[in-house]
C-alpha cells in the first residue's frame, strides 16, 4: 500500500487501541484515527506514514455509531486530556473492558472470563480531585498561554474549565489564570483534599472520590477472599489500602519512600485509633526482604499499587521465591501490569484469579485495575 501525508481516504473502525485511537486497514495495512468508535464509517486524511503503519486525523464521520454523543467539553480533540468524550458512557465501559481482556490475553494468556466487567464511575464528569495546570509562551502571539499540554503534545491549549475537573478545582483554574506564573514552563497543581486524610502537598492520593469505595471494597473482598492474616501494603503513600483494610487482618505494614507520606499514614491510622499496623519509610526494594522473612507467607497478602511503571523486576522475583499467599495488584496502567502479572504467574508460581477494572478516570483512556493473584500449591 503506497499512502503518503495528505491523502484522503474512506475507513472502516474495526478496534478502538488502548490509548483510544480507532483501528482501521487499508489492504491490512493499518491506520490509527482517533475520535472514532468502533463499527464507524469514517473519511480521515493521513498524518504520518511509518513502515508497519499510518496515522490519519478525522475529517468526517459517514456513518456514526448508536454510541456516538455530543462531548461535554468544547476544548475536546485540541486538549490532550480526554480521548473519548464522544463515546456514550456505558459504551467506554464496555471498549475498556475489551481492551483489558484483549491486552491481558495477548500479553499474559490470561482468558477474558477472568477480567470482570468495568465499575463505572458515579459521576463520570466533575470527578478529578487534582490536575496539573501548566503555562508557555507563545511567541508569534506574544502572550502566556494557560491550560494544558493539548493533543500534538507540544504546545500548551488555553483552557478556562476542565468538564473533567472537580468544580472547586475550576475556580482554582479561574484563579491561576487571573495570576499566571510570570514565566512559562510552569507546571501548578490543583488539588481537593480528601476528607478525613491527612495528604502531603506533593504525595499521592487517589484521584478519583467518588469511585474510592468501590476501590476499597474490591480490595478488601480479594483480601478476605484469601483468608490472609497478615498485610504487606507495598507503594502504601498516606497509607491507603493498609489503614482501609486494617480491620480485615490481624496486622499490616506499609512501606513507602515518599517520608512525608509514611508521617501521614501515621497520622491517618492514628486519626482511626487504628493500633494493628505500622509504616516503614524505605524503598520497596530494600525493606521487601525482611518483611517476607519475617511474616510467614502462608497467612501472607502483599499489596503492589507501584507508580505507571510497575514494579522492580527483582521485588517480583523475590515474590516468585518466597511465595506469599496471595498478591493484590493495583495499577492504574495495564500494559505494565500485564508484564508483571506474566512474570508472577510464570512457571505456575501464581494463578490469576481475577481481575477488577475501576473506571477511576472517565472520559480519558486510562482505567484502573484490581488483580487477584494466588500461590499455586
Ligand atoms: C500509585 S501510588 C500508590 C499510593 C497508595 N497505595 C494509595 O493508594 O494512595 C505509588 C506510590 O509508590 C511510591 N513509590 C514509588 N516507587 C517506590 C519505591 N521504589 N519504593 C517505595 N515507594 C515507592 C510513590 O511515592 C507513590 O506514593
Not at 34 to 47: D, K, L, Q, R, Y
Not at 147 to 164: D, P, S, T
Request: glycine letters at 8%; proline letters at 6%; a neutral charge.
Amino acid at each position: 500500500m503506497s499512502l503518503k501525508i495528505g491523502d484522503q481516504i474512506n475507513l472502516t473502525i474495526h478496534d478502538l487501541a488502548f490509548g483510544g485511537e480507532g483501528v482501521g486497514r487499508v489492504d491490512e495495512f493499518v491506520i490509527f484515527v482517533p475520535f472514532v468508535i468502533t463499527g464507524e464509517t469514517v473519511e480521515a486524511e493521513i498524518t504520518e506514514v511509518k513502515k508497519n503503519f499510518a496515522r490519519a486525523k478525522l475529517l468526517r464521520v459517514v456513518t456514526p455509531a448508536l454510541a456516538r454523543v455530543a462531548p461535554e467539553c468544547k476544548y475536546f480533540g485540541a486538549c490532550g486530556g480526554c480521548q473519548y468524550q464522544h463515546i456514550d458512557y456505558a459504551a467506554q465501559l464496555r471498549f475498556k473492558h475489551k481492551q483489558i481482556a484483549d491486552l491481558f490475553e495477548r500479553v499474559g494468556k490470561i482468558s477474558p472470563e477472568r477480567v470482570a466487567p468495568v465499575l463505572g464511575c458515579p459521576s463520570p464528569y466533575g470527578y478529578r480531585n487534582r490536575i496539573m495546570v501548566r503555562s508557555q509562551w507563545n511567541g508569534p502571539a506574544k502572550k502566556l498561554v494557560v491550560g494544558f499540554i493539548g493533543i500534538n503534545n507540544k504546545f500548551v491549549e488555553e483552557i478556562e474549565e476542565c468538564k473533567i475537573a472537580e468544580p472547586a478545582l475550576n475556580e482554582q483554574i479561574t484563579h491561576v489564570r487571573a495570576n499566571p506564573p510570570p514565566k512559562g514552563g510552569i507546571k501548578v497543581v490543583l488539588r481537593v483534599q480528601p476528607e478525613g486524610w491527612e495528604v502531603p502537598k506533593d504525595s499521592f492520593f487517589q484521584n478519583n472520590f467518588f469511585l474510592l469505595p468501590k476501590l476499597v471494597e474490591t480490595v478488601r473482598e480479594f483480601l478476605q477472599a484469601s483468608g490472609a492474616k497478615r498485610l504487606i501494603d507495598l507503594y502504601c503513600g498516606v497509607g491507603f489500602f493498609g489503614i482501609e483494610a486494617a480491620g480485615v487482618v490481624e496486622s499490616f505494614v506499609g512501606v513507602e519512600y515518599d517520608r512525608l507520606a509514611i508521617a501521614a499514614a501515621r497520622q491517618n491510622a492514628a486519626a482511626r485509633n487504628i493500633n494493628n499496623g505500622e509504616f516503614i519509610s524505605a524503598k520497596v526494594e530494600a525493606a521487601l526482604p525482611e518483611l517476607l522473612h519475617k511474616f510467614s507467607a502462608e497467612k501472607t497478602s502483599v499489596i503492589l499499587d507501584p507508580p505507571r511503571k510497575g514494579c522492580w523486576p527483582e521485588t517480583l522475583e523475590l515474590l516468585r521465591q518466597t511465595k506469599p499467599a496471595q498478591v493484590i495488584y493495583v495499577s492504574c496502567h495495564p500494559a505494565t501490569m500485564a508484564r508483571d502479572l506474566n512474570i508472577l504467574c510464570a512457571d505456575g508460581v501464581y494463578e490469576l484469579e481475577r481481575v477488577q477494572p475501576l473506571d477511576m478516570f472517565p472520559q480519558t483512556q486510562h482505567v484502573e485495575c484490581v488483580a487477584d493473584l494466588r500461590r499455586r500449591n
